[in-house]
């Protein structure tokens, strides 16, 4: 492979890697540009591991030999080598976990294909903070979830906080945006779905209670850090569930609770 050394902030042959601390930039430029980036030698090697093509690599060049062998799979895709200083100014934050790559977002899974098959489903309703969504990922990749459904206001799974708080297991779980947030819970419904809500409600059954129904296929709707479910959700779930929890703690942060719930509503023949 021939490397590209950098001497310049403002080489265009980078500029997938520019302004990235620039999250509301970086929201909309990156789905729009069909790319993500994996930050840091174990994420990019899981990135390609799950069949993801590299646009480019980034990176100082102490960290060539380590990826040696990633080079020599892909000697058709740049590997751009700078120093730490400027690699910094070109990204906006000190890159100090090895290497990154910009790569080829992956096409949608059609929901049905998604669907098929799935048993356990999570459904994120504009979960904004990425940190959340990467550990809800990583927690679905651990305990069975077999795919992951996210709101169209959702943070974005490939973002590269997402991914990196997920350790590379976002690209493990299959998973789809919902343009159609009413039309997507109906739709797993109609797939003989129970959809449970993770809200407290006045009505709300504690967790153990819906395990012990051991529900064939189940979608567990999990809502924002703030304000929690949304009134329209609610009103077409099948019902809401809740952690029992000791008096003066009404509530876990959204990833603990997936945690949690993942692990007690796992299919039966996971149970022992």
């Excluded at 751009?80 to 790559?101: C, P």
């Excluded at 990467?134 to 943070?155: E, H, K, Q, T, Y």
């Excluded at 991914?163 to 343009?179: E, I, K, N, Y």
């Amino acid at each position: 492979m021939t490397f590209h050394y950098l001497e310049s902030a403002d080489d265009p042959r980078v500029s997938d890697y520019t302004q990235l601390t620039d999250v509301h930039l970086r929201k909309v430029r990156e789905p729009a540009e069909g790319l993500y980036i994996a930050e840091s030698s174990r994420v990019l090697r899981r990135a390609l591991a799950a069949g993801h093509r590299p646009r480019s690599f980034f990176l100082a060049e102490k960290w060539a030999e380590d990826l040696a062998d990633v080079f020599e799979q892909y000697p058709d895709v740049p590997a751009y080598i700078g120093s730490a200083a400027l690699l910094e100014e070109i990204t906006g934050f000190h890159l100090h976990r090895g290497a990154m790559a910009a790569m080829h977002r992956p096409a949608p899974v059609p929901l049905a294909d998604l669907l098929a098959g799935a048993r356990r489903v999570a459904v994120l309703e504009d979960i904004v903070d990425h940190t959340n969504v990467g550990a809800i990922f990583r927690s679905a990749a651990a305990l069975g979830v077999d795919a992951v459904l996210v709101s169209p206001r959702c943070g974005d799974p490939l973002y590269r906080r997402s991914v990196r708080v997920s350790m590379g297991t976002v690209f493990q779980v299959p998973w789809a945006r919902l343009d159609d947030w009413a039309g997507g819970l109906a739709a797993l419904q109609e797939q003989g779905f129970t959809v449970a809500a993770m809200e407290l409600t006045d009505d709300a059954v504690d967790l153990d209670v819906l395990a012990a129904r051991r529900p064939e296929r189940l979608a567990l709707v999990l809502g924002t850090e703030g304000a929690g479910m949304s009134a329209g959700t609610l009103s077409a779930v099948d019902l809401a569930v809740k952690i029992p929890m000791r008096p003066g703690v009404d509530s876990l942060n959204v990833a603990a609770a997936s945690a949690v719930a993942f692990w007690e509503l796992r299919p039966k023949d996971q149970a022992n």
